[in-house]
Antibody
């Protein structure tokens, strides 16, 4: 059973960079696409971006200028950096996986999720 | 971006009721639609993919239908464990987008 676990600081100051890591256990990070999704308190879900184990990325245009997602296959981890944060970036941040077809192509819904990490942006 | 609109935003129902939630897309997403259940303080849990395919391990009282721009999630015989918030998500077009959620409350 694949499990995902987010980790990182729960408090970030405005204008600084938010950094989170997702550790994948119970399976390999290889050959899958891995995502970050966020949910502001009491609000809906927003897809942030994904990374393939090879390092290919794709980001939501609404956040693209501030987002970097990276992968470390040796540690079975991938990471999120969001720069120049404001209070509007306060949210629970989830990591999640796209499933894939038998040919290895991604299917763009989310079958496994981490438990989420609350990040508050405040001075 | 494709806008996903769910209705109602809140639904009050009793155990044993049949519940229907609607999700409308601002343009066609074919059948590339998923449904999730989220309980307070927890991550969303995949229920349905490709509009009507039940994810493994999900009770058969959950079903999905629709295509194009209009979709429904139906819960037959609502159980106490089903009181939660439900989200639809389109995966026809990048960026992938979610509905705003429908909260199913105890009547």
């Amino acid at each position: 059973q694949v499990q995902l676990q987010e980790s990182g600081p729960g408090l970030v100051k405005p204008s600084e960079t938010l950094s989170l890591t997702c550790t994948v256990s119970g399976g390999s990070i290889n050959n899958y696409y891995w995502n970050w999704i966020r949910q502001p308190p009491g609000k809906g879900l927003e897809w942030i971006g994904y990374i393939y184990y090879s390092g290919n990325t794709n980001y939501n245009p609404s956040l693209k200028s501030r987002v970097t997602i990276s992968v470390d296959t040796s540690k079975n981890q991938f990471s999120l950096k969001l720069s120049s944060v404001t209070a509007a970036d306060t949210a629970v941040y989830y990591c999640a996986r796209f499933p894939r077809t038998s040919y290895g192509d991604p299917i763009y819904y989310f079958d496994y999720w981490g438990q989420g990490a609350l990040v508050t942006v405040s001075s | 971006d494709i806008q996903m609109t769910q209705s109602p935003s809140t639904l009050s129902a009793s155990v044993g009721d049949r519940v229907t939630i609607t999700c409308r897309a601002s343009q066609s997403v074919s059948s590339w639609l998923a449904w999730y259940q989220q309980k307070p303080g927890k991550a969303p849990n995949l229920l349905i993919y490709r509009a009507s395919s039940l994810e493994s391990g999900v009770p058969s009282r959950f079903s999905g239908s629709g295509s194009g721009t209009e979709f429904t999630l139906t819960i037959n015989s609502l159980q106490p464990d089903d009181f939660a918030t439900y989200y639809c998500q389109q995966y026809n077009s990048y960026p992938w987008t979610f509905g705003q959620g429908t909260k199913v409350e105890i009547k």
